[in-house]
């Protein structure tokens, strides 16, 4: 998911780190927002909707026979549009990348269980736990604590009051994608530093895929190779992965990073409209406030460590 990056806006300044122009983004001008905004959502819808295309396509090759299809086939395109340099680059370079493919295959890995065995609004909300506390403990504002308790708030009805009604084992998968959410911001924003254009991305992408490759081979084996499975394995790569980084690439040369992560914290949401809508994952009026609250969290998370910053840069 991952799946793509997450609300803290660091994360979003590490996302845009390789495209966006000194500053941030574009200044002024909130007509001229409305394209890189729409794009965003664009974007979002992308990654929720394949995840929810990756869903239905798990009774065929299991979950991690679609971690490796979204990877191999991501990678595949990446490594072919943005053939990136191999040579003339540092130890600490290649350590980065490699961390980054890591943290991005184990987020998926993680993640996919956590969808195969909750529903994915549910998955979504547990897993932007990890970049909302990543965010919280950075900017150490005590305000934070209000988002924090939001949270918890959202998480305790999201469970029902205990996490067995979702299925514990994947409430804690999805968790441990969280915290490899965070990981991948962190590593997203140092490879962005040290690689230019996407080429850190395609290399780390190629990364996760040869991790994965040996899971989704035992998991499913010569059954990844069906050619409808692989057409619907490359529409999750092209929506989960290509398409939404590629969008969120042009709208981040205009887009200031925090607008950008206020936007990303409105993926449960996203996620639980596509398992609604696809997938047949209806809610109950508990649950949309759940989501609702771990949204709202997030965003007070955003806005207060970009108004600290202001602060001490002012």
Known sequence: ?????????????????????????????????LG??????????????????????????????????????????????CRPRLRGHSRADWGTVVTFGFAMAAMNVLF?????????????????????????????RPVNLLWAGLALGGVFLLSGGGFDRLDPVGALFALGAGAMWAAYIVFSARTGRRFPQADGLALAMG??????LPLGLVEAGSRLLVPSTLGLGLAVALMSSVLPYTLELLALRRLPAATFAVLMSLEPAIAAT???????????PAEVLAIGLVVAASMGAVRTQVAGKRRAAG
């Open 112 to 140: 996919y269980q956590a969808a195969h065995r909750i529903p994915l609004g549910a998955a979504v909300t547990l897993e932007v736990l990890g970049p909302l506390v990543m965010s919280v403990i950075a900017s150490r």
């Open 36 to 81: 890189p905004v729409t794009l965003v959502v664009a974007g979002a819808l992308s990654v929720q909707f394949g995840a929810a295309i990756a869903v239905m396509l798990m009774p065929r090759t299991g979950p991690l026979g679609v971690v490796t299809l979204r990877l191999v086939l991501a990678a595949l395109v990446l490594l072919a549009v």
């Open 1 to 33: 998911m991952p799946e793509g990056a997450g609300p803290a806006a660091d994360a979003a300044a590490g996302r845009g780190k390789r495209a966006t122009r000194p500053g941030g983004g574009a200044p002024g001008a909130g007509d001229r927002s």
């Open 207 to 212: 990364v996760g895929a040869l991790l994965s």
């Open 274 to 284: 596509a398992g609604f809508l696809v997938l047949d994952q209806a809610l109950s």
